[in-house]
């Protein structure tokens, strides 16, 4: 597998929405849907190509008071590229 890109964003092919109907946070592409837990969904929420994996882990740790999840956050990061959700 490649390195992940410096500045993570999601792939063209899936589009982030939350429904409402599943209270839930989703991946959506042409195939079908991808359910996200609430930690997913918030990672994958700042994955805009602006920010840095840095800068990812920095927003989530002020944001929820946590410290300590940059790995949390690079696993999630490598599974997503690896199922094509990162580009």
């Known amino acids: 597998m490649s390195a992940l890109p410096a500045l993570p964003k999601l792939s063209r092919k899936f589009r982030l929405q939350f429904e409402p109907a ?44 946590a410290q300590g999840i940059a790995p949390e956050v690079l696993n999630l990061l490598e599974e997503g590229q690896r199922r094509g959700w990162i580009d």
């Not at 190509?49 to 800068?55: F, K, L, M, P, Q």
Request: with cysteine; charged share 25%; hydrophobic share 40%.
């Open 22 to 65: 599943q209270d839930r946070w989703v991946l959506l592409y042409p195939e079908g849907m991808v359910q996200l837990n609430p930690s997913a969904a918030e990672i994958l929420q700042r994955c805009d190509g602006e920010r840095s994996v840095d800068a990812i882990v920095s927003e989530l740790e002020a944001t929820f008071n």
